[in-house]
């Protein structure tokens, strides 16, 4: 099996996570000195809870670029969603809503989209042109980030104040990856690149102020917000743990995660980012799709995630995110140890004894955790599943070598719910060598129905006769904040800071 740039690849799709800190422990007040009448008065105490903070405040990193293209760190990203829109934005179920783009068409016959772009002014007062879009999603497709989006385009174009976008293949749900933040063109490289959010920075760059401009015209709950210079994630962390900063979004089972305490709210983030166990399909037994529905069926994936992942997961059977309107719950079949029995025998693959190697990113303990718990879950009669911790580079060039039976993977997939690269014949993640005509075309089917309900539900049932991959979950990330200081907070795994204006921010005083 033909695997172009794997170590890049595993690199953008397998995650790992990177963030770090040292523990932090409220400290003990002092005790004020003690003074007692004869009998001591026992008087209450009255516990006015946490204080709250005199500002809202943010980090960030100033010698780091805050382009929303090209910025690499997590905290820039958070920053930016408060600058930069994109054409469309995800709701909470991944469905696009309209932007900086009102209407749009798309040609199936030539596989081009044309976007009618919202009147709105950039921060600085200059229009949003067709220009500045196309400048945007031009460096867009040649970056890390957005690069395997875009890889379908091949022209973008700016045509009498509209945008064309034209790809190499039938997609009717591209709209759900234009939510790419857009810039002006040209200021890429200032300290803070112009766009058309809700916020815009002040002239000395410490904080940030409201848009005047802002072409939705809602309240915002904060006029001012104000910025921390944090140089690095460490700091990050420590200012937050100190309140010096008040919300920071992080990734709590990544492999070095953040140790939050003290008062501090927790709120998840569903994601679009998939755990699932891969076959390698060169195993005779794995060629055949009942022993691959069988071990699906024997894994308890709700005590996976509430017992390994710390809950920070939705359970689903299937590559897309139960939070979908197409997801199909009513093909979920419930976890049972006998009934998993029972599928083991009726495949005949328990007749002999049969010994099954599991790699897993040995540098993530809760996958390593998620992994073993998979592996006595399946571990029943004469089958034995053996975990196998690995370094990531050891983990990649068991995947490129095909030394292994199983592996454990994660991928982030994109909102239009596109599973070629995973799936198909030639895909660029298909790293067990999976191969079905049938399922080439379901997916291509789905992409380019009209109906992609109706599509989505024909994918899902042939996903299901088939079994590829075991789908675990989708992964949540989580925002924290300062406790007591949000209320009505929303997020996305897009936007930290959805539909901001309907939140409330409380503040000492205010």
Request: charge should be negative.
């Amino acid at each position: 099996m033909k695997r172009p740039m794997l170590w890049l690849l595993c690199a953008l799709c397998l995650l790992t996570g990177c963030a770090s800190d040292e523990p932090f422990y409220d400290a003990v007040p002092e005790t004020d000195d003690a003074f007692y009448l004869e009998e001591p008065i026992e008087e209450e105490v009255v516990d006015f809870g946490p204080s709250l903070p005199l500002s809202f405040a943010l980090p960030y990193s100033k010698d780091n670029t805050l382009d929303p293209i090209t910025c690499s760190t997590g905290m820039q990203q958070t920053l930016g969603s408060l600058l930069y829109e994109g054409l469309f934005e995800l709701s909470e179920t991944f469905v696009p809503q309209p932007s900086l783009c009102t209407t749009y068409t798309y040609d199936q016959e030539t596989y081009t989209y044309t976007l009618t772009l919202r009147s709105v002014l950039f921060w600085d007062g200059t229009a949003l042109t067709a220009e500045d879009v196309v400048a945007t999603l031009v460096r867009a497709k040649s970056s890390e980030r957005y690069t395997a989006r875009l890889s379908d385009v091949v022209a973008v174009k700016a045509l009498e104040g509209a945008v064309t976008i034209t790809l190499n293949r039938d997609n009717a749900q591209f709209v759900a990856l234009l939510d790419i933040p857009i810039i002006k063109s040209g200021t890429e490289n200032d300290p803070f690149p112009v766009g058309t959010g809700p916020y815009a920075p002040a002239e000395d760059g410490t904080y940030l102020e409201g848009n005047v401009l802002w072409w939705q015209k809602n309240p915002l709950p904060i006029q001012t917000i104000a910025l921390t210079d944090c140089p690095n994630q460490d700091l990050m962390q420590y200012r937050f743990t100190t309140h010096d900063v008040q919300l920071i979004a992080t990734d709590l089972i990544s492999t070095d995660p953040f140790q939050a305490s003290g008062n501090i709210t927790y709120n998840e983030v569903n994601t679009s980012i998939l755990h699932y166990i891969g076959f390698n399909m060169e195993e005779f037994q794995f060629q055949r799709s009942a022993v691959r529905q069988a071990f699906s069926s024997g894994i308890d994936r709700s005590s996976m995630i509430s017992a390994f992942l710390s809950g920070h997961g939705l359970s689903a059977q299937f590559p897309l995110s139960p939070l979908s309107a197409d997801y199909p719950h009513t093909a979920d079949t419930t976890y049972s140890k006998s009934g998993y029995i029972a599928a083991l025998g009726a495949t005949g693959i328990h007749a002999t004894a049969q010994t099954y190697t599991l790699i897993v990113n040995g540098e993530n303990s809760f996958k390593v955790a998620a992994a073993s718990y998979i592996a006595t879950n399946l571990s029943q009669g004469n089958i034995t599943i053996k975990v196998q911790p690995l370094a990531w580079e050891d983990y990649v060039l068991a995947l490129e070598t095909g030394d292994y039976d199983l592996y454990y993977g994660e991928v982030q997939l994109t909102a239009d719910w596109d599973w070629t690269a995973l799936l198909s014949t030639d895909g660029a993640l298909n790293f067990g060598g999976y191969s079905s005509s049938t399922m080439d075309q379901a997916i291509a089917d789905y992409l380019s129905a009209t109906d992609p309900s109706a599509a989505m539900s024909a994918l899902c049932q042939e996903f299901q006769a088939q079994m590829p991959i075991i789908p675990l979950c989708f992964k949540s990330t989580s925002v924290l904040a300062q406790s007591q200081v949000l209320e009505n907070n929303v997020h996305t795994q897009a936007n930290p800071f959805y539909q901001f204006s309907t939140w409330r921010i409380n503040l000492d005083g205010a």
